[in-house]
C-alpha cells in the first residue's frame, strides 16, 4: 500500500508539480465550454500535506465543474 506522500509522487509527478496539475486541471474541464479561467494560487500548496492533495484536486475540478454547468444559466 502506498502511503500519502508517494501517491502524491506517483500519479501528480511530486510536491512542486500541484500547482502545475491543478492548472491541467481547470484546463481540461473548461475546454471546449467558452469559459476564460484563471486560476490563483494564494497560498503555498506544495506545502500542503500529502495526502490532501488528492482532495484539493477533486474539489477544485467539482469546483470548476460547476462554474462550467452553470455559466450559462440565466
Not at 502506498?2 to 474541464?29: H, I, M
Not at 471546449?32 to 490563483?40: D, E, K, S, W
Request: glycine share 6%.
Amino acid at each position: 500500500m502506498l502511503d500519502g506522500a508517494r501517491l502524491v509522487d506517483r500519479f501528480l509527478g511530486g510536491r512542486a508539480a500541484v500547482r502545475r496539475r491543478l492548472t491541467e486541471v481547470v484546463r481540461s474541464v473548461t475546454e471546449g465550454h467558452g469559459v476564460r479561467p484563471a486560476l490563483r494560487v494564494r497560498s503555498e500548496v506544495e506545502d500542503l500535506p500529502p495526502d490532501l492533495v488528492p482532495d484539493l484536486v477533486a474539489v477544485v475540478r467539482e469546483l470548476v465543474t460547476n462554474v462550467v454547468r452553470h455559466a450559462a444559466a440565466t
